[in-house]
């Protein structure tokens, strides 16, 4: 009976440990069960975050995730240093106040997340982009209310060794175009 109680505990302090594990500081992939991942369209039309299933190892989908206060998290994509920040709930344009409004918090729900708003939960997966805290103007995206499956996401760590992969995906495709350039000098003459 105490061993199927130890059993039992050790159970769920594990499944406590890998929900603290996945919101601990690092670099994730944010995706639905769909297979849809957390990206930036277009970086130079203030275009807003959205679900796409191309180029998933793009840069554009990675995301560092960094505990705040201990209550929260800030979400960052990596290539742009854009925030993830609530809609405005005033006038499209208007400018973000406070950093305190890139906090977030990331309520565990059947194995995956909702991105809920520190101050106003109701304001979950309501995401823009913006470039920090001081300067932004931000963009809307997904005002859905709770529930919706587009609102519960997976964060996926990227370890050193997809970091690595990507990295060396860059070098062959820079060879590849180097040895194309030497070919066209080499012809040109």
């Known amino acids: 009976m105490v061993g199927r109680s130890l059993l039992s505990l050790l159970a769920v302090a594990t499944v406590a440990m890998q929900c603290v594990a996945a919101i601990e500081d690092g670099v994730y992939r944010i995706s639905t069960d769909g297979g849809q991942f957390l990206t930036v369209q277009d970086i130079f039309s203030n275009t ?7 180029f998933k190892d793009s840069p554009t989908q990675k995301w560092r995730v960094k505990n705040v ?19 405005n709930t005033k006038a ?60 519960e996401w997976n964060f996926s ?14 070098l062959r495709f820079g060879y590849v175009q180097l040895a194309a ?5 080499k012809y040109a003459f």
């Open 48 to 54: 807003p975050l959205m679900l796409q299933e191309l």
């Open 69 to 87: 206060k201990n209550t929260a998290v800030s979400i960052q994509n990596i290539r742009t240093n854009f925030y993830v920040a609530p809609k």
């Open 157 to 170: 760590p990227l370890d050193a060794m997809w970091t690595l992969k990507a990295f060396l995906w860059s």
């Open 92 to 151: 499209q344009g208007d400018v973000i106040q406070s950093e305190e409004e890139f906090h977030w918090q990331l309520q565990p729900k059947d194995g995956k997340f909702v991105i809920a708003h520190t101050s106003d939960t109701s304001k979950a997966g309501s995401l823009v982009i913006s470039r920090s805290p001081e300067h932004i103007t931000p963009a809307h995206v997904n005002t859905q209310q709770d529930g919706k499956v587009n609102q």
């Open 181 to 185: 350039s030497a070919a066209r000098f």
